[in-house]
């Protein structure tokens, strides 16, 4: 299987995030997409390849003009206030407030954003851009006929909508490759998104759509960030009535009830009969991860790979979520080793 790897990812390397009340080194790091690099190289998954440019266009299908150009100019205009440190947003356009973009920088970034986990360096906006361009690549390789590729994107995108970000993700990249497959010809794409976190930036990009299916395996909300979407109740608006799926799991679930959630999102996207699946290639459904409460052990990552083959359909794989740092390479590799094995 391919991979595509930039090591422009490194520009993004926030400062801290809040746990526990306390400014903590971030979960979301650089080394986690060094982990998942060495592990394709022990393997020998297959060959590893530098991101093409495909420029702006393929992002701006999904995300709007106006969010675009806040997270390329927040960084400078952030420094040219006199500041050194990351910038972060504080003020959000909550319940019983106007949801009208202010002219302020700071006014805006809470305007696009929905948490305080998503703070922007230096870096963050060539970094996320190539995460982007990583996975359009990736995609391109499936589109030839490739029976499956891998995005190793780093910052991750699934809880990123057209014009809001939030928890580690600016660019939304499985969505941005999913709507390059439509513009290439596709009909109809089905989004698999296995990370332990609600993908809702994914669901609401989609929700109204009955050409892509989103189905999402996760924490539920009544317990887990983000805590304001991803229950069994939303299944689709207008249109996209019945092309949302969600199985939002209890604390604590491990393979017999995660494999089982699996099988009937499977059995769904089958049915649903795709030209293609990309996957939201979370791993943080790992027993050890440090901000999650599934159980998952590195065995049950092959038998995940090896049921999603089963669908026996092209399959672009878009890395997300992990923050076991140590293991997340051995997880997600286990999840495509799976795959070609199968
Ligand atoms: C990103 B992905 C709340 C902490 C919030 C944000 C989690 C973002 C996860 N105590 N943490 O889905 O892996
Ligand atoms: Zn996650």
Request: charged fraction near 15%; charge should be negative.
């Amino acid at each position: 299987m391919l991979t595509i790897y930039s090591d422009d990812h490194r520009l993004h390397h926030a400062q801290g995030e809040m746990v526990g009340g306390e400014l903590q080194p971030c979960f979301e790091m650089p080394a986690r997409a060094d982990h998942v690099l060495a592990r394709v190289q022990a393997q020998q998954l297959g060959e590893i390849r530098a991101p093409q440019e495909f420029g702006l266009a393929p992002i701006a299908r999904i995300h709007s003009a106006d969010y675009l150009v806040f997270l390329q100019k927040a960084w400078a205009g952030w420094a040219a206030q006199g500041n050194s440190a990351d910038f972060l947003p504080g003020v959000f356009p909550a319940r019983h407030m106007r949801a009208k973009r202010p002219d302020d920088l700071y006014g805006q970034y809470g305007f696009h954003s929905f948490d305080c986990f998503a703070p922007i360096t230096a870096g963050t906006w060539q970094a996320v851009y190539s995460s982007a361009q990583v996975a359009l690549t990736a995609q391109r390789e499936v589109a030839a006929g490739a029976r499956s590729a891998f995005a190793l994107c780093r910052p991750p995108g699934h809880h990123a909508s057209s014009d809001v970000m939030g928890g580690y993700c600016y660019l939304n990249n499985v969505a941005i490759a999913a709507q390059a497959f439509f513009d290439q010809g596709a009909a109809r794409v089905a989004i698999l998104d296995v990370d332990y976190h609600h993908g809702n930036g994914t669901q609401s990009i989609f929700y109204e759509r009955a050409d892509v299916f989103v189905a999402n395996i996760h924490g539920s909300p009544s317990f887990e960030y983000p805590h304001f979407l991803g229950y069994a109740d939303e299944t689709g608006a207008g249109a996209g009535v019945g092309y949302n799926l969600n199985l939002p799991l209890a604390a604590g679930s491990a393979w017999d009830v995660w494999g089982a959630a699996l099988d009937s999102a499977c059995q769904r996207i089958a049915a649903y009969a795709p030209d293609v699946v990309l996957v939201s290639l979370g791993v943080d459904t790992y027993k050890d991860d440090p901000i999650s409460r599934f159980k998952l052990d590195s065995p049950d990552y092959l038998r995940m790979g090896q049921r999603i083959a089963q669908l026996g359909k092209p399959t672009l794989f878009v890395m997300e979520g992990g923050y076991a740092v140590a293991e997340i390479g051995i997880n997600a590799v286990n999840v495509l080793e799976g795959f070609q094995g199968a």
